[in-house]
């Protein structure tokens, strides 16, 4: 409890910076269980690099888009009514959950060293079999996320559900 009381404290004093620390240490623990239970690579086949990769592209880019996307859709429907819940869930899923594969797949690709056209191929390959696994885990938690949690703690709470999403996402960008 005393974690959780701090972490608060640090979120209404930053709630910038905590946000973005909590996407990128998130993201990193997702690559961690990915390599170690996962992949089963062992401490010694651990590759360190990809998990500081993970790490930055959560403080770098999940958490500023992610957070900033939350923002942006408390404007556009205000309010926290289960049909105001529905409707924040049709867009992130419908409008944004597309989009934000699209950009973090070849993103992935790109800091792992692909070409253009490799990861092109790439995508193709593996944003279909991404978006179809999205919707089988995030249209309930986006769902009780906007309808049950405060705007300033759904980041954290999507991205503790995350470190499963961020496992399956580190591993299918990790396949060749």
């Known amino acids: 409890m005393a974690l959780w009381r701090a972490y608060q404290r640090a979120l209404?004093?930053?709630?910038?910076?905590?946000?973005?620390?909590?996407?990128?240490s998130l993201m990193g623990l997702g690559d961690v269980i990915s390599q170690q239970l996962v992949e089963?690579?062992?401490?010694q086949g651990h590759q360190t690099g990809r998990t500081w990769t993970m790490v930055f592209l959560g403080c770098g880019f999940v958490g500023p888009v992610v957070g900033g996307w939350y923002k942006v859709l408390?404007?556009?429907?205000?309010?926290?009514t289960k049909l105001d819940a529905?409707?924040?869930?049709?867009?992130d899923q419908g409008a944004f959950a597309p989009c934000f594969l699209g950009c973090f797949l070849p993103l992935v690709?790109?800091?792992?060293g692909?070409?253009?056209?490799?990861?092109?191929?790439?995508?193709?390959?593996?944003?279909?079999?991404?978006?179809?696994?999205?919707?089988?885990?995030?249209?309930?938690?986006?769902l009780a996320n906007f309808y049950l949690v405060p705007l300033h703690y759904r980041l954290a709470i999507v991205q503790c559900?995350?470190?499963?999403?961020?496992?399956?996402?580190?591993?299918?960008?990790?396949?060749?």
């Open 161 to 176: 559900v995350a470190i499963i999403w961020n496992s399956y996402l580190s591993w299918k960008t990790h396949q060749r």
């Open 109 to 112: 690709g790109t800091l792992n």
């Open 74 to 80: 408390d404007r556009l429907i205000p309010g926290t």
């Open 40 to 43: 089963r690579r062992g401490l």
């Open 12 to 24: 209404a004093a930053h709630p910038w910076k905590v946000q973005l620390l909590t996407a990128g």
């Open 86 to 91: 529905l409707k924040k869930m049709l867009w």
């Open 114 to 142: 692909l070409s253009a056209r490799d990861n092109w191929a790439k995508l193709q390959r593996d944003y279909p079999d991404a978006l179809i696994t999205n919707y089988y885990l995030w249209p309930a938690v986006q």
